[in-house]
């Protein structure tokens, strides 16, 4: 019989993940104790009330903080404990970053926002295949200004990709956007992780946005409550909201 494959790596192995900011009565305890497993590829949204602990699991994931204990692992390399200097390669060369406000420059064009990133980037993809992903190539020389905050964001997320990431960390990346609008940026983050099989972490507090997901990781108190799996997913034109 031929041996078995063996399983992949996951991209994110935590074991005991906590979080606290301050000392003692006045002590912020963000994260408790958090175990969980992310596979390369995977679409996967955190649920859960505001100070639930899903920006800082998410900013710990994407090297923007550390835990105060446990571990954390990326493709089998820590991140817990790592410098300062590590975890700005890390973040250079593995991860993209989608906000809810786009951070664009408003002097620079499309492509030049686009365009700036690939300085930083060890294999960056031409700047207009980046910009074409999520559909702007026709509007690659208007000002931010000259843009909806919907474009705006599909400029922000074709800032995140264009050095390839693994990555693709989004948080709240339709909290300023109306239904149409927000539908539309999903459309383009599902397709991102689709096509080009980059791993997506998507934080919400629409509960409809958990069914294009592979996973939903619900989060509460610093904790995870529950984690589900979606045996069929909805692509972004079929969620309502």
């Not at 410098?83 to 064009?109: C, D, K, M, W």
Request: aromatic share 6%; hydrophobic share 45%.
């Amino acid at each position: 019989m031929p041996e078995a494959a063996a399983p992949e790596t996951p991209v994110f192995l935590a074991r005991g993940i906590s979080k606290t900011y301050g000392e003692g009565d006045t002590a912020v305890h963000a994260l408790r104790s958090v175990d969980l497993e992310i596979a390369r590829g995977e679409f996967i949204v955190l649920l859960g009330a505001s100070g639930s602990g899903k920006s800082t699991l998410l900013n710990i994931l994407g090297g923007l903080d550390v835990p105060s204990s446990g571990s954390l692992l990326f493709k089998g390399q820590a991140l817990s404990g790592a410098g300062e200097a590590e975890l700005t390669r890390y973040r250079r060369e593995h991860v993209g970053f989608v906000f809810q406000f786009y951070n664009l420059i408003p002097s620079l064009t499309v492509r030049e926002n686009v365009a700036l990133v690939t300085d930083i980037a060890s294999d960056p993809m031409p700047v207009d295949e980046a910009v074409a992903r999520v559909g702007l190539l026709p509007r690659a020389d208007h000002f931010p200004a000259q843009l909806s905050g919907g474009e705006q964001q599909r400029v922000a997320i074709a800032r995140a990709i264009v050095k390839r990431p693994e990555l693709l960390l989004c948080d709240e990346p339709t909290g300023a956007l109306d239904y149409t609008t927000g539908k539309l940026v999903l459309e383009v983050i599902a397709r991102i992780n689709k096509e080009l099989g980059t791993t997506a972490i998507v934080i919400t507090h629409n509960a409809a946005i958990a069914a294009m997901a592979d996973r939903v990781i619900y989060l509460g108190d610093g904790a995870i409550q529950r984690i589900e799996s979606n045996a069929h997913k909805l692509s972004p034109a079929e969620l309502s909201w």
